[in-house]
Structures are given as structure tokens and as C-alpha cells.
């Protein structure tokens, strides 16, 4: 067993990481040592990647310890740089997390400095300054090419400054000037957020945290009215949302819910994450309550306004999309199906389920109306995967059975209608797939049914499947 993070006072007293934990217990017999646990450690940095949303949206992990927030336009709210650093090292302090930070117009040199410096606000004519006393290690090399420079001499970041460029590219590659470009900001690198950054939010702070479902659903009402202007400037409506709600203790909870149509009105927002609250209720903790609400707009599409006839049938559109809203954001997006048509006659592959509160609104924001009628009658239910059957045929080659036995039961045909002939799709079934002749049958106890022959009587007898049921 060896140490792989260390405190403060475990470092003043010597010991380095890759120490034995024998070797460190020989130093320091009362050493306190914890099993290493990467996942929690995981789940501990990504919690407080979550806290910082609330500065920033776009917040990256930085390896298993660090975190990168890009500011951008967001200083000034919350009094400038310095009061937002000391803000956010401060209250990451109360929570009994030692943490160090730094704010400069760069990824690379907001790294070196928090890391191997004092921290603090960086202006961007100080950069090589603040960056030449540090060590090489600062600018995040390899570990092979930190030695590498150190063994020649190049200990700190001011020495690679004076180097000429040329040598240290052909003996060290170009890792070396990109990362020093990087710190310099010469070189642009991009923060890559951990989480997609909403379109469109609004959010609420509060001076006395909320716990309540009542008045969560009552703020979030009032943070969706906020939302409207923004939605009817840009001529969208929003398809997904998203209520995050920031608990006083620093833990955040994310709620989605998906619209069937796009979607303005505040009063229809809030039902959405009612019935989302309510089918999550036992796992929302409120703890302390929540200070902060915000509503995020994930996906949005263009919003048609139509005017509704005489016969009220926009009314109706309005209330299936209302229904099929609220039963899926109880139960799950997956619990009510419709069919999507796919180009294909065979009738397995025809059409697929889908959600249906994806396929409620077609690009034109209109209710789709029913499938194009079929040339032959279909079943109402058809069978995943068509089933086997014994079938007994009298009228050969081209007629139905006079009889069949199906799940263990035996129907007599009275009736039937065909054949209707489908080849298959050489690209999937290949050229050698049999054709199905297609038969609509009743039996003696009015119960109808769609089975087809695969194949042609020959030298071999053909089989004989039940693919359908009718009403």
C-alpha cells in the first residue's frame, strides 16, 4: 500500500506521494491513513462542479482534483472578479473543502498560478511575471519531459522564456511551446462544459430558502413567465426543460420534462414539473430548502401560432398534447407509443414505435393525423415476430388452409380473403428469401386473423406463420 494524496501537515513532515505506508508510519508513527475510494472522490468533484452552476454554465472537470469555470460575462454579476473569486473560495471553505483558485484570461496560467502559485486575479499584462517564477511542472508537461528540462537546467517557466523556441521544439516536441503559448494565452484553448449549456434560463435567487412543493411549483410559474419574452423574440417555443434546483448545503437537483409541442405559456411549464415532482417525491430531498430555482431551456423549436376553427379540432390537438405532456413527465417519455413509417413493404419493418411525445409535433408545429390508408386491409395488432403454426391446406397451390392450429388451439377457416403477395428486400433478406402469400381468415367463431405461407409448395412443403389479428 502507497499514499497517492497527502495533507498539508503530512507534507510539512516529509512525506511524498508513492510513499510505502510503512516507510510513512516509520516517519510519522501516528499517521492517519484513509482507503483511497476513486469513485467517491468522482462523485465528491462532480457535486461541486454542480454548485458552481450557479456562477457559470459552462464548468469543466479538470482531471480527478480540479475544475475549470469560464467567467465570461459573468463577473459582474456578482460584484467583479476578486469579490467573485473570494466569494466562491470562501463559501467552498464553509463546506470544509480547502480549495485554492485563480482568475486570469487564460485555462493554462488560471492552472499554474492556483496550483503552484498565490493565486488570485491575474491581469493579462502580468502573465510573464506571475508565470516565469514558477517550475515547469507548472505548465501541465509530462512527467518524463519535466526531468528532462530540469536535468538541463530549465527549472522554472522564466527560463524557457530566454530559451531560443527552435532547440527546445526539435529536443522536446511541440507539447512544450503549446503548453507555454497556452499559459501565455497566446494560443486559444477552449473549457469543453461537462453538462449542455441551455439555450435559454432564467433563474430566482431567494433571501429564505424554499421547501415546499407548493412553492417550488409557485416560483418555477413565475420564473417561466420570465422565459415567454425570450421564447417570442426568437419565434421558438421550448421542447425540453429543465428545473434545477440549488440546496443550501451546496447538493443540486436536476429535473427534465419534454413537451409534445412547442410550448410559451408559464401556467403549462409548471404542470410539466408538477407532475415530474410528484412522480419523483421520495427522492427530492429538500434538506434545508432550496435557494436558488432555475428554469433551463434545452431544446426549443419554432413555434406556429394557429387559430382554431369552429368545430373546436385545435382544441382538441391542445388538450391530447397537454395530456400526453403531463402522463409523461409522471411516468416516463417511453410510457405512451405511436409508430413512425419507415420505407419498407415488409410489414415487421413498415413502421416503429416511438415515444409519443416525440412524434405528436411535425416540423410545421401541427398534430399529425392518422397514416396514409394502405392499399389491403391491416390488422389492428400485429405481432412482433411472426409465429409459427400448423396449418392443413386443401386448395394447393395458392389457396388458404381449411384449418390451422395456433397456440394450441385449433381454428376452423369459414372465410378468407387473398393471396397478397410481398417479396422480401433482397439488400437485407438477401436474393434467396422466400415470398409470402398473405391470407385475411376468419374461423367458424368469427375471430379473423392474418397469416401467410413463406416459400412455394415444391419438393419442399412450405411453412405457415400468424402475423396479424384483426379487430
Given amino acids: ?124 499584462e502580468e502573465a510573464e511575471n506571475v508565470l516565469a517564477p514558477l517550475p515547469v511542472a507548472s505548465l501541465r508537461l509530462d512527467e518524463n519531459v519535466v526531468e528532462s528540462l530540469q536535468k538541463l537546467g530549465l527549472r522554472y517557466v522564466g527560463d524557457l522564456l530566454q530559451a ?37 434560463s432564467a433563474e430566482r435567487r431567494l433571501a429564505e430558502p424554499i421547501g415546499t412543493e407548493d412553492d417550488i411549483l409557485a416560483l418555477a410559474g413565475q420564473v417561466a413567465m420570465s422565459l415567454k419574452p425570450s421564447l417570442e423574440a426568437r419565434g421558438v417555443g421550448g421542447r425540453l426543460f429543465e428545473l434545477v434546483l440549488f440546496r443550501v448545503d451546496g447538493r443540486v437537483f436536476r429535473i427534465s420534462a419534454g413537451a409534445s409541442q412547442p410550448l410559451r405559456e408559464p401556467h403549462r411549464i409548471a404542470s410539466l414539473f408538477s407532475e415530474r415532482l410528484t412522480a419523483i417525491h421520495d427522492d427530492l430531498d429538500v434538506g434545508y430548502g ?18 382554431g376553427d369552429f368545430d373546436g379540432d385545435r382544441q382538441k390537438d391542445v388538450s391530447l398534447a397537454n395530456f400526453v405532456d403531463q402522463v409523461s413527465a409522471r411516468l416516463g417519455a417511453d410510457c405512451l407509443t405511436s409508430f413512425d413509417l419507415r420505407e419498407s413493404h415488409v410489414p415487421e419493418r413498415a413502421a416503429f414505435a416511438v415515444p409519443a411525445i416525440d412524434t405528436l409535433s411535425s416540423p410545421a408545429g401541427k398534430v399529425q393525423g392518422s397514416f396514409p390508408a394502405a392499399r389491403s386491409e391491416r390488422p389492428l395488432r400485429l405481432l412482433g415476430r411472426p409465429e409459427l403454426m400448423e396449418a392443413f391446406a386443401i386448395e394447393v397451390p395458392d389457396g388458404a388452409p381449411a384449418n390451422f392450429r395456433w397456440r394450441r388451439i385449433r381454428h376452423r377457416i369459414v372465410r378468407s380473403e387473398g393471396p397478397e403477395r410481398i417479396g422480401m428486400e433482397w439488400w437485407i433478406d438477401g436474393a434467396d428469401a422466400p415470398d409470402r402469400d398473405y391470407f385475411r381468415v376468419e374461423d367458424d367463431r368469427g375471430y379473423r386473423f392474418w397469416i401467410y405461407r413463406e416459400g412455394h409448395y415444391g419438393p419442399a412443403m412450405p411453412q405457415w406463420f400468424m402475423h396479424g389479428v384483426f379487430a
Fill in 164 to 200: 531560443p523556441r527552435a532547440p527546445l521544439t526539435r529536443r522536446f516536441g511541440a507539447s512544450v511551446l503549446l503548453r507555454l503559448d497556452q499559459a501565455l494565452g497566446l494560443d486559444e484553448e477552449p473549457v469543453s462544459p461537462r453538462l449542455p449549456v441551455a439555450s435559454l
Fill in 290 to 307: 432550496f435557494e436558488i430555482l432555475r428554469i433551463n431551456v434545452q431544446r426549443h423549436e419554432d413555434f406556429a401560432m394557429l387559430q
Fill in 1 to 124: 500500500m502507497r499514499l497517492t494524496a497527502l495533507d498539508e501537515v503530512a507534507e510539512k513532515i516529509g512525506l511524498k506521494p508513492g510513499l510505502g505506508v510503512a516507510e510513512a508510519r516509520a516517519i510519522h508513527p501516528i499517521l492517519d491513513v484513509v482507503e483511497e475510494d476513486p469513485a467517491a472522490d468522482q462523485r465528491l468533484l462532480e457535486g461541486i462542479a454542480d454548485w458552481c452552476d450557479r456562477y457559470t454554465p459552462l464548468v469543466a472537470l479538470d482531471g480527478k482534483d480540479g475544475l475549470f469555470l469560464d467567467i465570461t460575462g459573468c463577473a459582474h454579476l456578482f460584484g467583479g472578479e476578486r469579490a467573485m473569486l473570494k466569494e466562491i473560495l470562501s463559501r467552498l471553505h464553509q463546506m470544509g473543502l480547502d480549495v485554492y483558485g485563480a482568475i486570469s484570461s487564460s485555462p493554462g496560467l488560471s492552472w499554474a498560478v492556483s496550483r503552484y502559485g498565490q493565486g488570485g486575479v491575474i491581469a493579462p
